[in-house]
Each structure stands twice: as C-alpha cells, then as structure tokens.
C-alpha cells in the first residue's frame, strides 16, 4: 500500500517522467534557451541593415542592442522567485509565449521606437523563462544525469553567441533583417506545444504564495542600473558620468534591497543567501567565466571585422570551430564534475582560458589570423563551458527545490552582468582599436588583461570551490548549507 505521504507529495511535485521523455523534455527546453542566448548577438551584424531601413539614430542603434541584455540581467531574480511561487512550467510557458510575441513585434517594427520595445519584451520574456527552464532541468534530473543535463545546457551560451553571429549574417544577406526575429516565431509556437506535452508542473507544497513586490522593484532598478552603466563605459569610457552615476546607484539600491529584505515577511532573497558559501562560489565562477568570454567575443569579432576587415558572415565562420570546442567543454565538465569534483572542473577551465588569452595576446601584427588567433578563441570557448557546468553545479548543490528557481537566477544573474561589465572594460582597454583608424597593440592589451584576471580567478577558484558536490535539488540540511 502506497504511502499517503507519496501522494500528497505526488499531487504537488509529480514523479519524474519515464528517461525518454525527461531526454525530450530537455532537448525542448535547450532549444527554447538557446534562441534566448542566440538573440543577444544575432541582431548584431544586422545593425547595418537594420539602421538604413528604420532610419534609426545612434542612440537608438546601441539600445536596440542593450535594451534586451539590460531587462534579461536586470528582471532575473524575479523571474527565478515567480518561479518558485507560481510553477517552473507556468512561468516556462509564459515567458517563452511573450518572447515569441515580443519577436513579431521586432520582426515587424516600423521605427526605432517599436524596434526597442520588442527588443526590451523579449527581454522580460527571457528573464521569466531562463532560471524556470533551469529550475526545470535540475528538478527532471538526479545524479550523474543530472551533470550531463546541466552539460548540454551549459553549451549553449558559447554556441548561441557564435551562431547568433553566422545566422545574423546569412540571414541578414539572405531573406532580410527581418528574419532575425521572424525565425523565432515558428520556432517559439512549436516549443510551447513540445514544453506542454512533455514537462510536467512542478509546484513546491510550502513554497510561499506571495512576491515582495519592493524588493523586485528594488534589485531589478539595482542590476538594471548596473548593467546601464557597464553599457555606457563600453561607448564612453568608465570615468563618464553615464557610467559613474548609474554604478553609484546600483550600490545605493543593492543597499536598501538588503535593507528591505531584512524586515519583509517573504523575502525576495533570503539575506545571507549570497554570503552561503556554494552560491558565491557559483556566482564567482558564473561571473568571471560569462564575463571574460562575452569580453573575448567581444573583442575578438571587433579585431576581425574593424582591424582585419572581415565580414559578418566570415566572423561567424571563424567562430565556428570554437562553438563545436565549446560543446565538447561543457560535455567534458558534465561528465567530469561528478567524477574529479567542481574544483578541478573549474580550475582546469579558467586555466584554458587563460591560456587562450595568453595566446591571444602574443599575436603578430600581419600574422595568419587562423593560425595564430584561432587556436585562442578554441582554447577559451573549451575552458569556459567547463566552468559554466562547475557554476551551476556548487550553486545548486543541497538547494532546497522551493528555492532552486531563485538560485539558479542568482547565478544566472551573473552571466549578462559579467558580460556587460567585461565587454565595457575590454572597450576601454582596446579604446585605441576601435577608432576609426584602428591600432593593433589596443586588442593584445585587452587579452592580456583578460588573461590576467582569468589566471587569479583560477587561482581563487581552488580555494573556494568543493570537491565532489551532492546533486542539486536534493534536500538541504544544516551541512549542505553551510558547505
């Protein structure tokens, strides 16, 4: 005879379903991820295009690119509680409907103004559908397939950045700029159908019932402000006081948000939350990993395109075989993580990352780009999936599930964030390549900065990561807490 207290639980949280189905499941919810991470880049080798058809200003050209990472980074945290409150599937399904819809608005805008709104809806789109497809996946899976799970989606941020540059360009010399957002809506309605049939609620029996409103506001403003700024250094430099001001009041907000959480009932965050141990270190890792890549990305399509003159399309080639080294990265860090421990994983890939940079960074003047700059870019896009995988492998490590959605947008958090601010420094530190009659030395300095800060947070990563963590998901005690 069943235990009653199965069924209660059953009623609330489902079983997991059959592993054929959780292996479908979370090939639908991975796709749905990557074209999230695809758009943060796609639209940008279709500015040209784009800016001569709408007409669009300056300012309205950079925000239709920052609009969507700006809303992403800055609405997580509530989409990652809304998750936990409401039902990861629900929250799924909701953002996965408004990012489709937000994508027919961008596909058919007629100025900058519609252009910029679709852009900022498929952000808040992506923001309620990230940490609830990640809270999903750590719910469907245990163990070792757990680690595989989180494997495969790791991989997604570097593929979806270099994909997001190659479809950029064919479609954009193709069909139109258009079709980089009109690919996304058939796409979008045959994952909503996949996503229904497939991936079951999973509600948490004492998960709290309300959403402290101020706090929401209060870190989204903060993150968003943040954010804003780190976008303003990358055109105006760190010492503007578009950058100095929106910096100054994202410290300001993060204060009170700690403030307010202290005295609401249910807290947003749980204060303390960052403070434990597995969530920083994750955090750390998701940070320094997301943010020196995005840099590297970064700088390294701006050398090829602004210095050796490349085209869209043949920057998105060139990327090609770092996309293919980034799926083995993160494949070789879900398969490892369990083994060796996320301290290795990690350290073994800040440690390719740095060296990728180092490489990078001794590059000649006239040399053969794909001889001396290629292997770099293969190097960092392998070391940087590995400790994506570490990321939010200790992060999640014995997180209670009514919280998982929160914890995996704290990490989450940490990879537009990390971006923003890295590409913002890259801009500044390579400031002299990026004119309009480009010096080479301005590219090598910022990798080798970049390998720099790579090398300490490989250092650091040994003393703050775990060995071997438990699964995530699994009920936390006291210890794991603590850990």
């Known amino acids: 005879m069943p235990d009653p207290r199965d069924l209660v639980r059953d009623a609330v949280e489902p079983r997991n379903p059959p592993a054929a189905r959780r292996w479908k499941a979370l090939a639908a919810i ?13 639209i940008n080798v279709a500015l040209p295009a784009i800016q001569t058809d709408l007409g669009l200003s300056r300012p309205q050209l950079t925000w239709a690119v920052s609009s969507y990472v700006l809303f992403l980074g800055g609405l997580l945290l509530l989409g990652g509680r809304l998750a936990d409150t409401f039902g990861a599937r629900a929250m799924l399904l909701t953002g996965l409907a408004l990012f489709t819809l937000a994508s027919l608005t961008s596909a058919l805008a007629q100025n900058g103004t519609m252009l910029i709104g679709g852009r900022v ?3 808040i789109g992506a923001a309620l559908m ?3 497809a990640l809270r999903t996946v ?6 070792a397939d757990r680690n595989k799970a989180l494997g495969v989606w790791s991989s997604l941020g570097g593929i979806g950045f270099t994909v997001g540059l190659l479809a950029g360009g064919l479609l954009t010399n193709g069909p139109g700029w258009r079709w980089v957002f009109f690919i996304n ?3 979008g309605v045959g994952l909503l159908a996949a996503i229904l049939a497939l991936v079951p609620e999973r509600r948490i029996a004492d998960a709290p019932h309300t959403v402290d409103v101020v706090g929401a506001v209060t870190v989204t403003a903060a993150t968003g402000s943040l954010i804003f700024g780190a976008i303003n250094a990358g055109n105006h430099g760190w010492a503007n006081p578009g950058t100095l001001v929106p910096i100054a009041a994202a410290v300001v907000l993060y204060g009170v948000f700690t403030v307010v959480e202290r005295l609401v009932r249910n807290p947003l965050m749980r204060p303390g939350m960052l403070a434990q141990r597995p969530v920083a270190t994750g955090a750390f890792l998701m940070l320094t990993a997301a943010g020196v890549t995005g840099g590297d990305m970064f700088i390294t399509s701006q050398y090829l395109q602004h ?3 490349y085209s869209p399309l043949a920057t998105g080639l060139f990327f090609l ?6 799926v083995a990265g993160a494949t070789a860090g879900g398969r490892l993580v369990g083994v060796v421990g996320t301290r290795v994983v990690a350290f073994t890939g800040l440690a390719l990352v740095t060296i990728g940079n180092w490489l990078l960074s001794a590059m000649s003047p006239g040399g053969n780009v794909y001889i001396q700059a290629l292997p770099g870019a293969v190097l960092f896009a392998l070391g940087a999936t590995g400790v994506f995988v570490s990321a939010t492998t200790v992060a999640l490590a014995g997180v209670a599930q009514q919280e998982a959605g929160l ?8 990879n537009p964030s990390g971006a923003a601010i890295f590409v913002g420094l890259g801009s500044t530190v390579a400031a002299a390549g990026l004119t309009s009659t480009p010096s080479f030395a301005g590219f090598t300095s910022a990798y080798t900065v970049f390998a720099v800060i790579a090398a300490v947070a490989a250092v650091a990563a040994v003393v703050l990561a775990a060995g071997k963590t438990r699964t995530a998901g699994a009920p936390a005690g006291p210890q794991s807490a603590r850990r």
């Not at 749905?32 to 943060?40: P, W």
């Not at 914890?407 to 940490?414: L, N, P």
């Open 30 to 42: 991975c796709l749905a991820q990557f074209m999230l991470m695809l758009d943060s880049t796609v």
């Open 307 to 309: 210095l050796r003159g």
């Open 130 to 132: 990230s940490p609830a």
């Open 138 to 143: 750590t719910g469907m899976f245990q163990g």
């Open 185 to 187: 809506i058939p796409i």
């Open 121 to 123: 809806c498929q952000g």
């Open 407 to 414: 914890v995996s947008a704290v990490v989450y958090t940490f």
């Open 321 to 326: 075989p770092a996309a293919v080294a980034a």
